[in-house]
């Protein structure tokens, strides 16, 4: 038979340890509760409101792209995406057909971020609207603007789009407007060859070729067809 005193350590002995187990659990829930805390701490809104603007222009949707950059284009405090939030909102409403608005947004960068890192993409941007603008020497003075030669590249494929596009008429006016311009009288030759032996202007023609070192084997230059060269035509590289 088990004394009374024995009884008692035994009860205070099972006591102690389910007071042992009992601060474990506390423990471990202060522990989880503080980990939690912390995580939320570093939870930062305006990267949260970023992500999400980022993951919406990727999925295409455009216009609440927009509404999720929007508030971070602003200047305030603890706010280190202002640039980069511009820019996508930008880019965002440029893929939402709005134009004016991502044009504002982008000569706004431009001006006031001249050194910003993505500048060359913000000036490729300005080149294309201002090209399907039918603002030719804005779209130009953009592309002369880049230093990088990818985009460099890409701001030639805008312009030869653009070059595409315009008349024969069109284009020999430009080309009066901008002699140096090789792009310009490239394209130029090109409208000519595409017309009529009888209708070519075989003397614009061959001037062209010569002053801007085209291939004559392409523009036929050897064919026997009298030239007669116009004096209002004689254009030189400035």
């Known amino acids: 038979m088990t004394s009374v005193p024995s009884r008692q350590r035994q009860l205070n002995g099972n006591n102690k340890i389910m007071l042992m187990k009992l601060n474990q659990i506390v423990l471990s829930i202060v522990f989880f509760l503080f980990i939690n805390l912390a995580f939320a701490q570093k939870e930062n809104p305006n990267e949260s409101r970023f992500n999400n603007g980022k993951e919406l ?8 792209a927009m509404q999720a950059f929007r508030p971070l284009t602003s200047a305030f405090d603890e706010n280190p995406y202002q640039v ?5 909102y ?15 947004m982008f000569l706004q960068i431009n001006k006031n971020y001249p050194k910003w890192k993505k500048i ?36 030639s494929s805008f312009k030869a ?23 310009v009288a490239m394209n130029l030759a090109d409208k000519i ?40 035509y004689q254009v030189a590289v400035l």
């Open 84 to 88: 980069i939030a511009s820019y996508y």
């Open 193 to 232: 060859i595409q017309l009529p032996i009888s209708e070519q202007d075989r003397g614009l023609l061959e001037n062209i070729v010569s002053v801007y070192e085209l291939d004559e084997g392409k523009y036929r230059i050897d064919e026997e067809i009298k030239s007669v060269k116009k004096d209002t």
């Open 120 to 155: 060359d993409e913000v000036n490729l941007w300005l080149a294309n609207i201002y090209f399907s603008e039918g603002d030719f020497n804005s779209g130009l003075n953009y592309t002369q603007r880049i230093q990088d030669i990818k985009l460099k590249e890409d701001a």
């Open 90 to 104: 930008a880019v965002a409403a440029f893929k939402d057909n709005q134009l004016f608005v991502a044009k504002d």
């Open 57 to 64: 222009l990727d999925l295409g949707k455009y216009g609440l």
């Open 161 to 183: 789009n653009y070059l595409n596009n315009l008349s024969y008429n069109q284009l020999d006016d430009m080309l009066k407007e901008h002699p140096s311009d090789k792009d």
